[in-house]
């Protein structure tokens, strides 16, 4: 017995699109697609890596005197690094939630920079070691560079 000539057009019709299937279809992809829109950039910009580049070369040079010099004499630069910093922070913060991992980065800085020199105002140079103040600049020049890193890393294919 031969099917009928109706029934094997049928088979070879496309299946018809549905309104409510074509809708939600579209609507997934505009979710999918405002999902992404939503998503923070941020670019490498040029002032904070010369701001990280800095700051790393005075905050270690700094702590790395505290082994040999007198607190009363490094007073000056303590302070002048600490605004330079609270400055670079600042700068950093004010560029929004897109900037949240370099903004925790400078925390983590600040936080070393601070500690380190609170054992200092503590104790005195040499009281620690003669080079204990040497590898704590090593450990701040570290998270710096771990920053730098990362601002390095920021859109590199756009620059």
Do not use: W
């Not at 609170?118 to 450990?139: D, H, I, M, S």
């Amino acid at each position: 017995m031969m099917p009928s000539a109706k029934a094997g057009t049928a088979r070879n019709k496309a299946l018809p699109l549905y309104p409510p299937a074509a809708f939600a279809s579209l609507l997934a992809l505009l979710l999918i697609f405002s999902a992404c829109a939503g998503v923070p950039v941020t670019f490498h910009d040029a002032t904070t890596y010369t701001n990280l580049v800095d700051l790393k070369v005075d905050a270690t040079l700094l702590v790395e005197s505290f082994d040999t010099r007198k607190v009363k004499d490094n007073e000056a630069q303590i302070t002048a690094v600490n605004r330079n910093l609270k400055r670079a922070y600042e700068y950093e913060k004010g560029k929004g939630a897109a900037n949240s991992d370099t903004v925790q980065q400078f925390e983590k800085i600040v936080k070393l920079f601070n500690e380190d020199v609170g054992t200092y105002r503590e104790n005195g140079p040499g009281a620690l070691g003669k080079r204990y103040f040497q590898e704590a600049a090593v450990a701040l020049g570290q998270a710096f560079d771990i920053a730098i890193a990362t601002e390095n890393e920021k859109n590199k294919d756009n620059r």
